[in-house]
Every structure is written in structure tokens, then in C-alpha cells.
């Protein structure tokens, strides 16, 4: 029984890994900045941003810093921003971000401006050369950008996407099978022993006085 846990538990660290561990570790460990960038500020518009790229940067995510005072009846389907990336007449990025996906950041509540963080990408192969990123503004109307700041990051890894549920059913067999290897284990070491059977009081196999 105590292998049947040892077992059990075994397979749920691998599930674990698979699931969270893996994604996680791919998305962070190895990443490095490669620029930032303002694109655009209160006193002016939008401006395009040139970076040098190479084989060793891929892939590569933009990561937008938005700040802003948004319409009260904003909708969540409109795209607040749209970004582009080209490189030799080849466009290799093109996506219009929303709200939906974007992680807000804490602001002064003395004011009505918010701050967001929305990323884009990522560009999966890059080759050695200059690319163009274009910001600029999505479909919505009234909205008031104060400023907006494009951070470049490569290296992070692209994980298998199918990694992770496969890793969250592995989790589940190796927890139930877990629990009921305990209960098992429980339910065998009740009673303290087996006791031999009383003999009858009558009959020819009856005890002896």
C-alpha cells in the first residue's frame, strides 16, 4: 500500500510539472528585454519604432504600457490599440488589442486616468534584420492616451499548448488514486488483528471445560 502512494504521488509531481511548472518556466526563465520605447505621449501622436532583431531574440513578445482615460461606455468588444511589425516589405505582426486580456495596473484614485498592460505577439521566427513596429489607436472612440510605451522581450520559448491539460488530467489520476491508496491503507489496519473463531458452546466441537 505505502508503494501505491508513493506511486500515486509520483504522478501527481509529474502533472504539476507538466501543467504549471513547464508553462511557467518557458514563459519567464531565459526572457530579456530588448528595448522600450515611448510611442506615444500627450504632446504629440503616434510615432513608429525601428529595433534590431536576430535568430537569438525569438520569440519575441510586445508588451504595450497604456495609460489613459477611458469613455464610461466603452465596449468591450472595441480595440483600444493596433500594432504592426514589418520587416523587408514583410509584415510579420498585425493585431488589434482589447481590454480583455489586458492586466490593470493600480493608479492614484485622485485621478480618472487607469494604466494597462497588453501584450501582442509573439513573432515566432525572426530573421537578422530591422523591424518597424507601428502603434496606434484601436476602434474605440474617446479615448484619452496620455501615454503608451512599447517594451520588446525575447527568448521567452513557446510551450506546447497541448502540455497543459494533459498535465492537469495527469494531476487528477495521481490525487484520486492518492486519496483512495490513504483510505485503503485506513480501512485494512481497523480492528487491531484477526481473531480466531469462538468455538460453539454445544455439539461435539464444543470447548472443553
Known amino acids: 500500500m505505502l508503494l501505491m502512494r508513493i506511486v500515486f504521488f509520483l504522478v501527481l509531481l509529474a502533472g504539476a510539472g507538466m501543467g504549471l511548472a513547464y508553462p511557467w518556466a518557458v514563459g519567464h526563465l531565459g526572457a530579456h528585454e530588448i528595448g522600450n520605447w515611448r510611442v506615444q505621449n500627450a504632446a504629440g501622436g503616434f510615432r ?108 521567452a520559448g513557446a510551450y506546447d499548448q497541448r502540455a497543459q491539460p494533459v498535465g492537469f488530467s495527469i494531476m487528477a489520476i495521481g490525487f484520486i488514486g492518492f486519496v483512495l491508496s490513504l483510505r485503503r491503507g485506513r480501512g485494512g489496519s481497523s480492528g487491531g488483528g484477526a481473531q480466531p473463531p469462538q468455538k460453539p458452546r454445544w455439539g461435539r466441537d464444543a470447548a472443553q471445560p
Open 48 to 155: 513608429p519604432v525601428d529595433a534590431r532583431l536576430g535568430p537569438t531574440d525569438a520569440p519575441v513578445k510586445a508588451v504595450l504600457d497604456v495609460a489613459a482615460v477611458l469613455p464610461p461606455d466603452l465596449d468591450a468588444g472595441q480595440s483600444l490599440l493596433t500594432i504592426t511589425a514589418a520587416t523587408q516589405g514583410r509584415t510579420v505582426l498585425a493585431e488589434s488589442l482589447g481590454l480583455s486580456s489586458a492586466e490593470k495596473r493600480e493608479e492614484s484614485p485622485q485621478t480618472r486616468q487607469q494604466v494597462y498592460r497588453i501584450e501582442a505577439g509573439p513573432i515566432a521566427e525572426i530573421a537578422e534584420g530591422s523591424y518597424t513596429f507601428t502603434v496606434g489607436p484601436g476602434d474605440a472612440e474617446g479615448v484619452q492616451f496620455s501615454s503608451v510605451d512599447l517594451i520588446l522581450t525575447g527568448g
